[in-house]
C-alpha cells in the first residue's frame, strides 16, 4: 500500500507545501491587529513562548503520527484504534466546510487584482467594497440576491484548486507550492521594504511595536497568543497529517516542524511591519488619525490598504502595480492554503476507500461550488463571518484538544517521540511530553471554556439568534454528527467486505 502512494520528491517541495498551508489570508489581517489589540509589542512575548510551547510541540506531533501511521488522518486514526476513527473523519470536516467560504473570500482578491489596473474603487475604498462590490444585505437572512461576478470568480478559484489537487502530491502540490510560496516570501519582503520606506511609516509602526507591559498579566492576552499560534498553523484538520504521510521514511521531522512554525511566524511578523507602515503614511496623508485607518479583518486588505495604494507616491501606474503585486500575493496565499485543504479530504478518502482521485475531487468540487454560491450573495459576508467563528472558535480548538488527549495518552507521546528521534538531527526530549500531554490541553481547555462563557453572556456579533443556530451552532453540530454517521457507515462497509471475502 504504501509503494502505491504519492511521496514528495523533495525536502523543499514539502517544505514550501507546508508553509503555503500554514500562510493564509489571515497572516496579512489577523496577527497584526492581535498584536495592536493585545499590547503592540508586548505581545511579541506571549506569541514566542506559545510558539515555543505549542506550535511547535504539535506540529511534531502531527508530522511525527501521519509520517509513523503512513496515512492520512483517518486511516491515521483508524489504524490507533478502530474506535478513533471518527476523529479522522471529525478533522476533514474543518477543511470541507471551510474552503467553501474561503474560495469565496480568494474570488475578492481575484477580482480586486483586477480592480487594480484602473483602481476601480475610487475615492471611497469602504462604500465601494460594502455596497458595489458585496452589496451587503441587512443580515444574514436576507440574501439580497446573487453578487455575479463574485460567483464567476469563485467559480476559477474551484478550477484552479481543482486542477493541482487531481495531479497529486508530486505532480500538483508540490509543483504549485514551489512557484506560489516563494513568490509570496519575495512579495511579503517587497512590501516590507516599501512599506517601511514611506513618510510616515514610523507612525503606524509605534502602534504595532509600542510595548504596553501591562497588558501581560491579562489572561486573555495569553489566550490570543496560543490561539493565533494554533489557528494560523493549520493543527488539528488532517492537512499536516496528510502531508507528513507522504514523506520519505528518513526524513527529519522535527526540523521540518521548526522550519514550518517558524516560517509562519516570519509571515505573521512581516504582514505586521508591512500594514502598519503603510497604513501609518495613509493615515498621516490623509490628516486622520490611525484609528480611522486602522481596519480589522478582511476590511485590511480591500478597504484600507486600496486606500493606501492610491495615495502612494509616484506615478498612477506604480500604484496600479504595488496594487496588482499586492493582490496576487492575497490570491497565492489563499490558493496554496485551500489546496492543503482539498487535499485533507482527497488524501483521507483515498487512504481509506481506494476511490479515483480526480473522479473525487471532481464531485467536490462541483459540491463545494454549490455552497460557496451561498457566500457570494449579499448575505455572504454575514454568513462567512458566523460559520469561521464557530468552525474557529469551537471546531479547531476542540478537535486540537481531543487530538492531544488521544495521541498523549492513549498512543503515548514516546511513541510518537521515539519515531521522530529516529531520523531528526534536532532530538525531542522529555519536555516534549510534558507540553503535549498537559500544557496544550489545559490552554485549549481554557481557551474553548472562556469562548463558550462569552458566547452565551453575549451572543456573537449581534446576530439574530436564529441566525446563530442556524449558521453556527447546526454547522459545529453537524461537523460532529456526520463524523460519528461516517465511522458507523465506514465500519459496516467493513462487515460487508468481510462476509464477501
Not at 462563557?453 to 436564529?466: A, D, I, K, L, N
Request: glycine share 10%; aromatic share 16%; proline share 4%.
Amino acid at each position: 500500500m504504501d509503494q502505491q502512494r504519492d511521496q514528495w520528491k523533495s525536502r523543499s517541495g514539502f517544505i514550501f507545501a507546508t508553509i503555503g498551508a500554514a500562510v493564509g489570508l489571515g497572516n496579512f489581517w489577523r496577527f497584526p491587529f492581535m498584536a495592536y489589540q493585545n499590547g503592540g509589542g508586548a505581545f511579541l512575548l506571549p506569541y514566542f513562548v506559545a510558539l515555543l510551547t505549542a506550535g511547535v510541540p504539535l506540529m511534531i506531533l502531527e508530522f511525527g503520527f501521519g509520517h509513523k501511521m503512513r496515512g492520512a488522518a483517518i486511516t491515521a486514526f483508524r489504524n490507533l484504534n478502530r474506535r478513533f476513527e471518527w476523529i479522522g473523519w471529525w478533522q476533514i470536516t474543518v477543511p470541507v466546510v471551510v474552503v467553501t467560504f474561503y474560495s469565496t473570500i480568494i474570488s475578492w482578491s481575484i477580482r480586486y487584482l483586477l480592480f487594480s489596473f484602473t483602481q476601480a474603487w475610487g475615492d471611497d475604498p469602504g462604500t465601494f467594497f460594502g455596497r458595489d462590490f458585496l452589496g451587503i444585505s441587512s443580515g444574514p437572512l436576507d440574501l439580497g440576491g446573487m453578487r455575479w461576478g463574485i460567483l464567476a470568480a469563485v467559480a476559477v478559484v474551484w478550477l484552479a484548486n481543482y486542477f493541482i489537487s487531481a495531479q497529486g502530491i508530486s505532480g500538483g502540490i508540490e509543483k504549485a507550492c514551489k512557484f506560489m510560496t516563494p513568490f509570496l516570501v519575495i512579495a511579503m519582503i517587497v512590501f516590507v521594504i516599501r512599506g517601511i520606506t514611506l513618510p510616515g511609516a514610523t507612525y503606524g509602526l509605534n502602534y504595532f511595536l509600542n510595548p504596553d507591559f501591562s497588558k501581560i498579566m491579562d489572561p486573555s492576552v495569553w489566550v490570543a497568543a496560543y490561539s493565533q499560534v494554533f489557528f494560523s498553523t493549520t493543527l488539528a484538520v488532517g492537512v499536516m497529517i496528510a502531508y507528513a504521510s507522504y514523506l520519505p521514511k528518513d526524513s527529519d521531522l522535527a526540523n521540518n516542524a521548526f522550519i514550518t512554525v517558524f516560517s509562519n511566524s516570519s509571515f505573521d511578523l512581516m504582514a505586521g511591519f508591512a500594514v502598519f507602515s503603510t497604513l501609518g503614511y495613509a493615515a498621516l496623508k490623509a490628516g486622520v488619525p490611525f484609528e480611522e485607518m486602522a481596519v480589522a479583518g478582511p476590511g485590511v486588505a480591500f478597504i484600507a490598504f486600496p486606500k493606501a495604494i492610491s495615495m502612494l507616491p509616484g506615478p498612477t501606474w506604480l500604484q496600479s502595480l504595488f496594487g496588482v503585486l499586492f493582490f496576487a500575493a492575497l490570491l497565492l496565499a489563499g490558493i496554496s492554503s485551500s489546496i492543503s485543504m482539498m487535499e485533507s479530504f482527497a488524501s483521507a478518502v483515498i487512504d481509506r476507500f481506494g476511490v479515483d482521485r480526480k473522479k473525487l475531487l471532481g464531485w467536490f468540487s462541483i459540491i463545494g461550488f454549490c455552497f460557496s454560491a451561498l457566500f457570494a450573495t449579499g448575505a455572504g459576508v454575514h454568513i462567512l463571518d458566523i460559520v469561521d467563528h464557530f468552525v474557529g472558535s469551537y471546531g479547531i480548538a476542540v478537535l486540537g484538544l481531543v487530538e492531544a488527549i488521544v495521541l498523549g495518552y492513549f498512543m503515548g507521546t514516546v511513541k510518537i517521540r521515539e519515531h521522530v528521534n529516529l531520523t531528526s538531527d534536532i532530538r525531542v526530549g522529555m519536555w516534549w511530553d510534558v507540553l503535549v500531554k498537559y500544557v496544550t490541553p489545559v490552554l485549549l481547555g481554557y481557551n474553548i471554556i472562556s469562548s463558550l462563557v462569552s458566547e452565551f453572556t453575549q451572543p456573537y456579533g449581534g446576530y439574530p439568534g436564529t441566525a446563530l443556530v442556524f449558521f453556527g451552532w447546526t454547522v459545529a453540530i453537524a461537523m460532529f454528527g456526520s463524523s460519528l454517521l461516517m465511522q458507523w457507515r465506514s465500519q459496516q462497509l467493513d462487515a460487508i467486505n468481510k462476509e464477501v471475502v
